[in-house]
């Protein structure tokens, strides 16, 4: 019979505003560290006056940020041109994208850091799912692909 001394360490600290739980698990003098993702959705809004391949190179340079941070994404929607409710900078329609996806806290402030600096992207939310909220958005994905 083998024993093995596994040690596991809990760390929860704030980083950037946002609490990160952070297990550490050293195994035979290896450290590993797993990091909980969790499961956002961001809504964004392009520009109107935008061609069609200028949107889908802007889409895909968010998509490609995420990705390259670790982040698994879950599902993305081009909602396409809408109507806004009120005048946004001088524009009264725009490109709506939804982006879900599961990624660690800290690269949230990174990713609305390149949106603040887009002069493209007229408004953002980036929203933390509950529960709740991803069974809904699994539920809203089951309908949009029956066609119900």
């Keep these: ?21 952070r297990i550490c698990c050293t195994f035979a003098g290896i450290k590993i ?15 109107p006056v935008l061609s069609e391949d ?3 190179e802007t889409v895909k340079k ?21 109507k806004l409710a009120y ?6 329609s725009g490109f709506y994208h939804l982006f879900e996806y599961k990624v660690d806290g800290a690269t949230i402030e990174p990713l609305e850091v390149m949106f603040r600096r887009d002069e ?11 529960k709740h909220a991803i069974d809904w958005a699994v539920e ?5 692909k029956t066609g119900a």
Aim: proline letters at 1%; charged letters at 30%.
């Design 62 to 82: 968010y998509e490609d940020f995420l990705v390259s941070k670790g982040a698994e994404m879950v599902n993305k929607e081009d909602w396409g041109l809408k």
């Design 87 to 92: 005048p946004v900078q001088h524009k009264k």
């Design 140 to 144: 809203r994905v089951k309908r949009i």
């Design 1 to 21: 019979m083998i024993v093995v001394d596994i040690m596991f360490k809990t760390e929860i600290y704030h980083q950037m505003g946002f609490a990160v739980l």
């Design 54 to 56: 200028q949107i889908k």
């Design 33 to 47: 560290k797993h990091i909980f993702m969790n499961h956002y959705e961001t809504v964004f809004i392009l520009n």
């Design 120 to 130: 493209r992207m007229m408004r953002y939310l980036t929203v933390k799912l509950d």
